[in-house]
């Protein structure tokens, strides 16, 4: 279901949307603010209460995004630099940069997300997402492995194997609708698995 909650100006709206759903993805109570910049261009903020996708054995909590120069068309929506806010205590900051852009016709989603601070370190990832299958590639510096791979594993199944020590490493994911591919290289201080 889809109601107006407020009009304040012809340029400015606030939707709404309740629950959404896709294949293999549920959002619940969804907002979504948009306001004109100028032809082909808004400022968009979309809250969602609680975020189901398949990748996930668990849902994300409290996601607001907020992009002020929006870009979108038939073909694309896209934004250059948002912020997003996630909640459950999951990140050591709970607001990073992102950009994105999603190929509409096509479902591609090429997304850049900027310094996650995360068990005592900073997590830069790209992901890229096509009907196909998907790919992430993160860069974690200074990081504990051992509490990112306890924070990943609360959300995603990892292939049996522990890892201690801090350092710098760069991962991997693929998979389709669950983590199918692992690599692994970096350095690392007092590493042990």
């Given amino acids: 279901s889809c109601s107006i909650a407020k009009v304040s100006a012809i ?3 606030t939707l709404q949307l309740g629950s959404i759903a896709g294949t293999g993805w549920q959002a619940e109570e ?3 603010q948009w306001q004109w910049v100028s032809d082909q261009k808004m400022a968009l903020t979309l809250e969602v209460a609680t975020l189901t996708l398949p990748t996930l054995k668990k849902p994300l909590q409290k996601l607001r995004v907020q992009c002020t120069q929006t870009e979108y068309s038939t073909e694309q929506i896209a934004c250059p630099r948002a912020k997003l806010q996630l909640g459950g205590e999951v990140l050591d900051k709970p ?3 992102l950009s994105f852009t999603y190929l509409v016709k096509q479902q591609n989603l090429a997304l850049r997300i900027n310094e996650i601070a995360v068990a005592g370190g900073k997590i830069t990832s790209q992901v890229k997402s096509v009907p196909a299958g998907w790919q992430a590639d993160m860069q974690l510096n200074n990081v504990d492995f ?4 306890s924070t990943l594993g609360t959300f995603m199944e990892l292939p049996g194997f522990s890892l201690g020590g801090n350092g710098t490493l760069k991962v991997t994911l693929s998979g389709k609708t669950s983590l199918a591919q692992v690599n692994l290289e ?3 201080t007092g590493l042990k698995y």
């Fill in 11 to 13: 340029d400015n709206l």
């Fill in 30 to 32: 969804v907002a979504v």
């Fill in 95 to 97: 607001t990073f940069e």
């Fill in 146 to 149: 051992e509490k990112v791979l």
């Fill in 186 to 188: 970096g350095e690392a």
